[in-house]
Every structure is written in C-alpha cells, then in structure tokens.
C-alpha cells in the first residue's frame, strides 16, 4: 500500500497591496484582516450588543437611511433571496441585463415565486421609459420589481432613482435593488430614493471578506412581509427587524467578520462616503480613458462595453478587438502577479474586467493599467 501524501501545509505570505483587480471578491486591507484576530464572544451577550451599536450610526450612513441596516451571516445572494420570499405574493419583474440580473430571476423560479424577466441586450442600462411601459402595459400583474445597480458582470449602472420614481407611480408595487457593488462605492440613497430593499455584500465595494451581507427595508417592505406566512425562516425579514432595535442577530453570527465590518466601518467613516464616491468615480473615469486611448494607440477595437452616462464607477468591462482572448489576457497578467478578471458568462472569450472598488486607489490602479498595456502590446505584436 502505497503512503498517503504527506499533509501539506500551505503557508501563505502576505501579499503585496494593490494587485488583486477582480470585481469581488476585491482586495482587504491587512489591518481589517487583522481585527478578525480576537476572541469569539457570546453573541447573546452585552459584548456582541456593544458592538453592533457601536457600528449601528456609520452602517445607516453607509446606506444613507434612518431605517437600520441588517447584517446577516450569508453571502449577498441570501439577502436577494430574502427579497424574492418576502416582498412578493404575486408576480414579480425582474429587470435582467446580465447575471445578476439574471440570478433574481432565477431565484424566483427555485423559490416557486411567479416572475417574469424584462430583459435588455447585456451591457445595455434599463432605461425608466422601458420600465413605465411594462408596468402601464400589465396593469395590477405585478407588486415587486427587482433591479441590480451595479450589474458586475458588464459594468452596466442602472439608473436606480429614476426607476424607483416609475415604481412609485404603481401603488402596491415593490422595488428591491441589488447593490452589492455600488454600496460603498457609488452614490446609493435609500430613504431620498424611495427604496423598498437594498442589499449588498461583504466582499465587494465594502473591501472586507466574504460571508456578510447588508440590507435595508422599507416600513411598506415589512408589511409585504408580513402577508407572507411561507416567506422563510433564515431569511425573515421581519426577523431581522425584530432583532435591529435590541442590536441581535437573527441566529450565530459570523462574529469574527463582524470585527472586521466594524473595522471596515471606521475606516469608511474616516474616508468620508462621498470622497469614497469620488474615489471610485476617479478610477472609472481613468479606465474608460485608458481604454479608448488603448483604442487610439494601436488601431484596434477597444471599447468600454457599457455605454456612457450608465458606466458603474466600480466595475468595467472593456471589449476587446477580434484576435484577443479575455482568459489569455487575465493569465497573462497573473504571470506579472497581477489579478483581474475575463468577461462574465457568454462574454467571457470578448472581454475583460477591471474591478476598481474597494481600497484601491489610482496609484494602483495606474499599475495594474500599465501591466494590462505590456501584456496587450505583445499580443497585438504577435498578431502583426
Ligand atoms: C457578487 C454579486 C452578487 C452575489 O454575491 P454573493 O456574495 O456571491 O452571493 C450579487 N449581485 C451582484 C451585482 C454581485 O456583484
């Protein structure tokens, strides 16, 4: 008989800062890893209600709402399921313009929830003259409306305000919006909005790791809620709202995480939200830049898959001219050390995606660009 391998342990080094670009999970500072390093407490206790109250004021700015923000121990998708078990007992429309879109849909499907897809070409917005029109053309047909934000899989950014205004035109209709990477990231405004339910995640515009997801509710979500006897048990909405006030978890948090939002929180405080905003505005708009002058210089057809006025300042997909590949163009950046990411799905072999968000900033950003450019001059030399 042959002896097992020997165990391996696998050591890992702490990796340089500023060249990990995928759009989430993004990179985490040392120091937010850092704050996970303390003792597991008693979630029960008056420790684990100190600190949720202490993070209680940044977590409801963070959302810019007087409503509190639940914390849940899942990924982003629990709380999107939450919106599809919750705020529905009729039919819901789900705005799809790619996979996350997409996903809603296909959570409403496995939840038996009836649902219909509204779908856009990916990389194209939804734009609120679309949404009035489904919604006028199917009078009292559906009472939720899901929509991604910042839909990562192209780089798209719906204008959520305005159609959260066509929502509000529909008495009984509901509007939960995925925000996973544009809080944090991108102006999000839940109560100037008007927004039923907003959600994001842990690992993406938050720049902490994965296993947390946010929400916010609306007073007209929870009454939704509450004419949904089958509406699940983890993800109770009303759950959360019941434990908000108490500063509770609805079940075992992931306490260690907690340490690092509330590290997080800080941090962002400190930052500023809207010079966070502003951050990330910046990179965009350098990438879009870097793009089409990538475009200029060598005569080939680069361009920013999402049209402008609807770009995510978090979040671009830049589609590549005939002859690249967008898997050999991310494994030739690993090779330099680098990370990013090829396109979503159906786009993956056409594009490729740089995940500006997070804690990066343009000094970084300004390296991975640089590394992109070695990387796709020797291949267009190639081609020549
Ligand atoms: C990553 C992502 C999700 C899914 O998040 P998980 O944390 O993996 O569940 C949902 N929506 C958007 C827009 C995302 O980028």
């Given at each position: 008989m042959p002896l097992p391998d020997p165990i391996r342990v696998i050591v890992t080094k702490p990796m340089e800062f500023g060249r990990f670009f995928l759009p989430g999970p993004t990179e985490v500072r040392p120091e937010v890893l850092e704050a996970m390093v303390r003792p597991v407490i008693g979630?029960?206790?008056?420790?684990?209600?100190?600190?949720?109250?202490?993070?209680?004021?940044?977590?409801?700015?963070?959302?810019?709402?007087?409503?509190?923000?639940?914390?849940?121990?899942?990924?982003?998708?629990?709380?999107?399921?939450?919106?599809?078990?919750?705020?529905?007992?009729?039919?819901?429309?789900?705005?799809?313009?790619?996979?996350?879109?997409?996903?809603?849909?296909?959570?409403?499907?496995?939840?038996?929830?009836?649902?219909?897809?509204?779908?856009v070409e990916w990389g194209t917005p939804h734009t609120p003259a679309l949404l009035r029109e489904a919604l006028d053309s199917s009078p009292g047909v559906y009472d939720l409306v899901t929509v991604v934000h910042s839909e990562t899989s192209t780089g798209v950014l719906n204008p959520v305000a305005e159609l959260a205004a066509v929502v509000r035109e529909h008495e009984d209709i509901l509007i939960a919006v995925d925000g996973v990477t544009s809080v944090g990231g991108a102006r999000v405004e839940f109560d100037a909005w008007d927004l039923d339910f907003l959600l994001t995640g842990s690992q993406k515009a938050l720049a902490l790791p994965p296993g947390l997801a946010l929400a916010a509710a609306s007073r007209r979500a929870l009454e939704r809620a509450e004419e949904i006897p089958a509406r699940s048990y983890y993800f109770d909405l009303?759950?959360?709202?019941?434990?908000?006030?108490?500063?509770?978890?609805?079940?075992?948090?992931?306490?260690?995480?907690?340490?690092?939002?509330?590290?997080?929180?800080?941090?962002?405080?400190?930052?500023?939200?809207?010079?966070?905003?502003?951050?990330?505005?910046?990179?965009?708009?350098?990438?879009?830049?870097?793009?089409?002058?990538?475009?200029?210089?060598?005569?080939?057809?680069?361009?920013?898959?999402?049209?402008?006025?609807?770009?995510?300042?978090?979040?671009?997909?830049?589609?590549?001219?005939?002859?690249?590949?967008?898997?050999?163009?991310?494994?030739?950046?690993r090779a330099k050390g680098f990370t990013l990411a090829p396109?979503?799905?159906?786009?993956?072999?056409?594009?490729?995606?740089?995940?500006?968000?997070?804690?990066?900033?343009?000094?970084e950003l300004e390296t991975i660009l640089a590394v992109l450019d070695e990387v796709i001059d020797d291949r267009i030399g190639g081609l020549e």
């Open positions: 979630h029960r206790g008056e420790d684990m209600e100190r600190l949720l109250s202490g993070m209680d004021t940044a977590l409801r700015g963070l959302f810019r709402t007087r409503r509190p923000v639940y914390v849940s121990t899942s990924s982003a998708t629990g709380f999107m399921e939450t919106a599809i078990t919750n705020l529905s007992r009729g039919r819901i429309l789900c705005l799809v313009g790619g996979a996350f879109g997409a996903r809603f849909h296909k959570i409403a499907e496995r939840c038996g929830r009836p649902a219909d897809a509204l779908a009303l759950e959360f709202e019941r434990r908000a006030p108490e500063f509770q978890t609805t079940n075992t948090p992931a306490v260690n995480l907690f340490y690092a939002l509330d590290a997080q929180m800080e941090r962002i405080t400190q930052e500023g939200l809207e010079a966070r905003w502003a951050r990330h505005q910046a990179m965009a708009e350098r990438t879009w830049t870097w793009a089409e002058e990538l475009g200029d210089r060598t005569g080939r057809d680069f361009s920013v898959l999402a049209p402008e006025g609807y770009r995510s300042p978090t979040v671009t997909s830049v589609t590549l001219p005939d002859g690249l590949s967008g898997p050999d163009i991310v494994a030739a950046a396109g979503y799905g159906k786009l993956k072999p056409s594009t490729i995606r740089i995940g500006h968000m997070g804690d990066h900033t343009m000094t």
